[in-house]
C-alpha cells in the first residue's frame, strides 16, 4: 500500500507503516528527524501521486483549544489553517485519517468520528486527539493503561523545540494506526 503521511517531521507514523512492509512517506516542510522516504515541501503538491492512505497531521496552532486565548486577531491564519485541513480531508485519497487536538475543526468542518487518549495505546499520559476519518473504520484501543495519566505535553518546558516535542505521535497509536488500518 502507498501511504502518505501528511505534515509529519518525525518518521514515527511513516516508519510503522514502513516496518509492516508498505511503500510509506513523509512529507512536511521540515526535513525529517529519522532517515526514511521523506519529501520536503509543501504536501498539497503531492497529493494527487497514486496515494492509497494518508495519515494527515495538519498544524494546530491557530485551531486548537489549548490556544483559543490568542485566537482574536488572527482569524486570517485560523481561516487559512482550516481550508489546509479542508484540503487534506478532500484529498484525492481514497482512505484518508486527519488528526489534530479538540478546537476550531470539530465546528468549522465537522465533529471528529474518534477522540482517542494516548493512554488508550500504552503511554500512560492524557492528550485528547481527534480523528476525522475518510473510508476507515475507528481506531480501537490496543493497550488500556489504568489511572492515574499525567498531561505530559502540558507540562513540557518552555523551549524553542516544545511545539515540536507537544506534535509528536506516540509509538503505540503510530503503531495502533498500521496495525489496523493496513489491510484496506
Same mark, same amino acid.
Given at each position: 500500500?502507498?501511504?502518505?503521511?501528511?505534515?509529519?517531521?518525525?518518521?514515527?507514523?511513516?516508519?510503522?507503516?514502513?516496518?509492516?512492509?508498505?511503500?510509506?512517506?513523509?512529507?512536511?516542510?521540515?526535513?525529517?528527524?529519522?532517515?526514511?522516504?521523506?519529501?520536503?515541501?509543501?504536501?498539497?503538491?503531492?497529493?494527487?501521486?497514486?496515494?492509497?492512505?494518508?495519515?494527515?497531521?495538519?498544524?494546530?496552532?491557530?485551531?486548537?483549544?489549548?490556544?483559543?486565548?490568542?485566537?482574536?486577531?488572527?482569524?486570517?491564519?485560523?481561516?487559512?489553517?482550516?481550508?489546509?485541513?479542508?484540503?487534506?480531508?478532500?484529498?484525492?485519497? =481514497?482512505? *484518508?485519517?486527519? @488528526?489534530? !487536538?479538540?478546537?476550531?475543526?470539530?465546528?468549522?468542518?465537522?465533529?471528529?468520528? &474518534?477522540? #482517542?487518549?494516548?493512554?488508550?495505546?500504552?503511554?500512560?499520559?492524557?492528550?485528547?486527539?481527534?480523528?476525522?476519518?475518510?473510508?476507515?473504520?475507528?481506531?480501537?484501543?490496543?493497550?488500556?493503561?489504568?489511572?492515574?495519566?499525567? =498531561?505530559? *505535553?502540558?507540562? @513540557?518546558? !518552555?523551549?524553542?523545540?516544545?511545539?515540536?516535542?507537544?506534535?509528536?505521535?506516540? &509509538?503505540? #497509536?503510530?503503531?495502533?494506526?498500521?496495525?489496523?488500518?493496513?489491510?484496506?
Amino acid at each position: 500500500m502507498r501511504v502518505l503521511v501528511a505534515c509529519e517531521f518525525s518518521g514515527i507514523v511513516r516508519d510503522a507503516f514502513r516496518a509492516r512492509g508498505h511503500d510509506a512517506v513523509s512529507c512536511d516542510l521540515l526535513p525529517t528527524e529519522v532517515d526514511g522516504p521523506h519529501v520536503r515541501g509543501d504536501v498539497l503538491r503531492i497529493l494527487t501521486h497514486g496515494w492509497n492512505l494518508m495519515i494527515a497531521h495538519p498544524p494546530c496552532t491557530y485551531i486548537a483549544v489549548s490556544g483559543a486565548r490568542w485566537w482574536k486577531g488572527r482569524e486570517t491564519e485560523q481561516n487559512a489553517a482550516i481550508e489546509f485541513a479542508l484540503a487534506l480531508l478532500n484529498a484525492p485519497i =481514497p482512505h *484518508v485519517a486527519l @488528526e489534530n !487536538p479538540i478546537g476550531k475543526l470539530s465546528t468549522a468542518i465537522r465533529k471528529p468520528d &474518534q477522540i #482517542i487518549q494516548p493512554w488508550q495505546y500504552g503511554h500512560a499520559e492524557t492528550k485528547a486527539t481527534c480523528l476525522w476519518l475518510k473510508n476507515l473504520p475507528t481506531l480501537a484501543p490496543t493497550n488500556i493503561l489504568p489511572p492515574p495519566h499525567a =498531561p505530559r *505535553v502540558h507540562h @513540557e518546558s !518552555p523551549g524553542p523545540d516544545r511545539w515540536k516535542n507537544r506534535s509528536r505521535t506516540l &509509538q503505540g #497509536i503510530a503503531d495502533a494506526m498500521a496495525e489496523q488500518w493496513s489491510s484496506l
